[in-house]
């Protein structure tokens, strides 16, 4: 229901950092949940992390466990994706997602996505 716009994205080297941003609009932004996903040319879209409305519960995929960091700051409506020690197989179109429950953010089915941002990482 909230819309949802991305920023932050680019070319990096690896082992380098980004940080992505994904700006919501609407005043009832506090109560939605966020996730990230990233997809790569010819390969499925994947889950990457997510973030519970309160901060109070995270969650990661095995291939950026350690190296991302899911925050949010809900006075600037706003939710953040700290990527840390970036591969190649890193690159990927990234998308931020919100929904009012939790499970469907997980899943991907989510009432709003962001327009996606391109993060290529250099070898």
């Known amino acids: 229901q909230v819309q949802l716009v991305e920023s932050g994205g680019g070319l990096v080297q690896a082992g380098g950092s980004l940080r992505l941003s994904c700006a919501a609009s609407g005043r009832t932004f506090s109560s939605y949940h966020m996730g990230w996903f990233r997809q790569a040319p010819g390969k499925e879209r994947e889950f990457v992390a997510v973030?519970?409305?309160?901060?109070?519960?995270?969650d990661y995929a095995d291939s950026v466990r350690g190296r991302f960091t899911t925050s949010r700051d809900n006075a600037k409506k706003t939710g953040y994706l700290q990527m840390n020690s970036l591969k190649p197989e890193d690159t990927a179109v990234y998308y931020c997602a919100a929904d009012e429950i939790f499970r469907r953010v997980v899943d991907g089915r989510v009432s709003s996505w962001g327009q996606g941002t391109q993060v290529t990482v250099s070898s």
């Open positions: 973030i519970s409305w309160s901060g109070g519960s995270t």
